[in-house]
């Protein structure tokens, strides 16, 4: 009889009940210190915090199966040598009682796979490629002989994953480097796997994408995938975008994990896209590459008249790699830089107001209402502007200096009446260093630093927001990326493994203002827009739709974020039940700005002198917005530690079962200096609700709201 941890029924444990069941080793010492403190949980908790989530086999893989002889009785004592076949790496396994054998955590790649036992033939089974993040079962069937006697074996791996029930596609290192992409960008590969599309752009957080659009998988957005380089994370937590975009040429493979994944996995509620990045082998390689678009290459466009020219075009991708052995079958480097230059040119039309509007006269449109005629009582128009022009001396001032940077129309009439070519610029450096190494016979590391570097510049603004800013006052978007991935692994025994895995990551950048830094508040008089000098500009002028949309975009967004992770993850072979335990520990520096409106936003329909632009130049807007309170930035700190235990159960052939557990603490964010607050509708007409530290005390930041709504103190 068994019973609760803890309680003794005569000499039979809950320890012994374990140990017979999963027998001893490292988990063994555990337990058996469980056992005598009375404390079974808390060294359960201990154990899977000792050892992390997202990737146990996250850019590796794993062999595993059954000996048997031509009767099909199986053989214990059988060896087992798995040689990698471009590095030389080598792992043996002796198979168990029940013949049965396990390597995990092995590269991926070709290996050959050798299986003797005295009095039978040797099997040599090649051909065998190990994808990222799958086990394999390879089942041998050895034939009575002299060892001296080999029988060769070339086998495809098993297309049928029967040790769990993940719904997963890996995209091959073929398929990546010999499928035609234009830009070069790999995750328009995850298209060749069922449920995946790419969808259309429109929200902020693609608007400053700059490593590849991001694909839905099976119904869910594209902000809800977790995307990892060599099992950690380069996914940005500001908008969930992936900000590496690793060159084709030195990805191995990459695996896209759609659901029904182990509980080591989690933290999204999509998909998992874990990229494995080359490394180097016994064998000195290189490959050089360029791919040139030029107009001289182009066709005229079908609508476009035949005595204009092709519009300018020139991009330009290149770049290599090289890797190789530093010390043979132990050592190996490889590098990978890629670069890419674009230039392109942009056609946009807009409505800008005339020189003759612009000077106040409006001879020929609607008749213009003087709005001090206007009668306070019925709003009914005491008398309009002599001649339809509005004198020079109402014109406001501010209005006149803002139109001095607007374009004036290059054709005839106030509707389309300006058409701009500007050039669209986009460069592009990425670069990638990896060193592996083998310490031991048991052991082995890797160390790989990564960069992206991303700079666009945007004339008229984000085709992904359907932007249309007039000339001069567009846009640039900037991506500076480094990332850090190093893991260990150890082997314990034959039974037992032990991975740590370290990743740190650093993103900045954002979307500027070509007239960032340009105070027109400060050179015209303007009042209650932002004086601070980071954000300073023009303001947007909307005369409700007669013409297009004047100065600055009212929103840029920017961000200097960092975070640090932990990965560990315990496993242990107990022939057949697979056990893994693992815990991550995340620790995220998230500083966002989003300085919204704070140069100011003024809207005009018409509503005091009948048209919004003559509004505009006498300056009685119906609407004007202004940033307050700060810039929209956030300088916040969260914790994320995420737990998790698994057992994969081989009851049979035929039937395996997947049993586990995973439990996430998430942090709750928190400001560095107690900015955050919210609005609190739970009370009669809401109240404003501000963070404070621990002795009560809120942000002085907050005392310029104080006189403007209720704050608990």
Request: hydrophobic fraction near 40%.
């Amino acid at each position: 009889m068994i019973r609760r941890p803890g309680f003794r029924q005569g000499e039979f444990t809950w320890y012994e009940a374990y140990r017979r069941w999963y027998g001893g080793g490292v988990t063994d010492l555990v337990m058996r210190a469980a056992a005598k403190t009375g404390r079974p949980i808390l060294f359960g908790l201990l154990l899977a915090a000792c050892a992390a989530s997202a990737a146990g086999q996250a850019n590796t893989g794993g062999l595993g199966g059954v000996v048997r002889d031509e009767s099909g009785a199986v053989l214990p004592g059988a060896t087992i040598v798995a040689t990698h076949v471009d590095t030389g790496f080598s792992v043996e396994r002796v198979t168990d009682a029940d013949g049965r054998f396990f390597m995990a955590s092995l590269p991926i790649g070709a290996w050959e796979i050798t299986a003797e036992l005295p009095g039978f033939r040797r099997v040599v089974r090649t051909g065998v490629f190990l994808d990222i993040g799958r086990e394999l079962d390879l089942p041998f069937e050895l034939a009575l002989g002299a060892l001296s006697e080999e029988v060769t074996v070339t086998a495809d791996a098993p297309l049928l994953q029967t040790n769990n029930a993940e719904i997963s596609d890996v995209i091959a290192g073929h398929e990546v480097e010999q499928i035609p992409l234009n830009g070069r960008q790999f995750l328009q590969l995850a298209q060749l796997s069922d449920a995946v599309v790419i969808p259309p752009g429109g929200t902020r957080g693609a608007a400053l994408q700059q490593a590849g659009p991001l694909p839905n998988i099976g119904g869910q957005r594209a902000g809800h995938n977790i995307y990892l380089l060599d099992g950690v994370k380069v996914t940005d937590e500001l908008f969930n975008n992936l900000v590496i975009n690793p060159s084709v040429d030195s990805i191995q493979e990459f695996k896209i994990q759609k659901s029904m994944y182990p509980p080591e996995f989690g933290g999204k509620a999509s998909a998992l896209i874990n990229v494995a990045t080359k490394a180097g082998t016994n064998q000195s390689h290189g490959s050089a590459f360029t791919f040139v678009r030029n107009e001289r290459f182009d066709a005229h466009n079908y609508f476009a008249p035949r005595d204009e020219p092709v519009p300018p075009l020139d991009q330009g991708q290149f770049g290599g790699t090289v890797g190789g052995p530093i010390v043979r079958d132990r050592t190996f480097a490889f590098l990978s830089y890629e670069g890419q230059r674009s230039t392109r040119s942009l056609t946009k039309t807009f409505s800008v107001p005339s020189a003759a509007v612009r000077g106040g006269d409006f001879t020929g449109l609607g008749p213009i209402c003087d709005p001090l005629t206007r009668d306070p009582a019925t709003g009914a128009c005491g008398s309009p502007f002599a001649g339809n022009r509005i004198p020079a001396g109402r014109i406001d001032p501010i209005a006149a200096a803002f139109l001095e940077q607007v374009p004036l129309p290059n054709a005839s009439g106030e509707v389309q009446n300006l058409t701009s070519v500007e050039r669209s610029e986009s460069d592009v450096d990425q670069f990638s260093a990896r060193l592996d190494h083998r310490v031991g016979a048991s052991d082995q590391m890797f160390v790989r630093f990564s960069t992206f570097d991303a700079h666009d510049l945007q004339p008229f603004g984000t085709s992904v927001q359907q932007e249309a800013l007039i000339p001069g006052f567009g846009r640039t978007l900037s991506t500076r990326t480094r990332n850090l991935a190093a893991s260990y692994t150890r082997t314990i025994g034959t039974a037992m493994l032990n991975e740590t895995r370290f990743g740190w990551m650093s993103v900045d950048g954002g979307q500027e203002s070509l007239r960032r830094g340009v105070d027109f508040a400060q050179s015209t008089g303007l009042l209650g827009v932002t004086r601070d000098p980071r954000d300073v500009g023009y303001p947007q002028i909307d005369t409700a739709g007669l013409y297009s949309a004047m100065g600055d975009p009212t929103s840029f967004v920017f961000r200097r974020n960092e975070h640090f992770e932990l990965y560990n993850n315990f496993l242990i072979d107990r022939g057949a039940h697979h056990l893994k335990f693992g815990g991550y520990w995340f620790h995220l520096r998230f500083r966002p700005e989003n300085p919204d409106t704070a140069r100011g936003r003024f809207r005009y329909t018409g509503r005091f002198s009948g048209n919004p632009f003559a509004d505009f130049l006498l300056g009685y807007p119906v609407e004007a917005r202004s940033g307050i309170g700060g810039r929209g930035s956030e300088d916040a700190r969260t914790n994320w530690l995420h737990l998790y235990a698994q057992d994969d159960w081989r009851v049979n052939d035929d039937l395996t079962l997947n049993i586990g557990l995973r439990y996430e603490i998430n942090q709750h964010m928190r400001d560095v200096d107690n900015r955050l607050s919210t609005i609190d509708l739970s009370v009669p007409v809401g109240r404003y609700v501000i963070a404070s530290d621990a002795h009560g005390n809120i942000s002085p930041a907050s005392h310029a709201l104080l006189p403007l709504m209720p704050i608990p103190w």
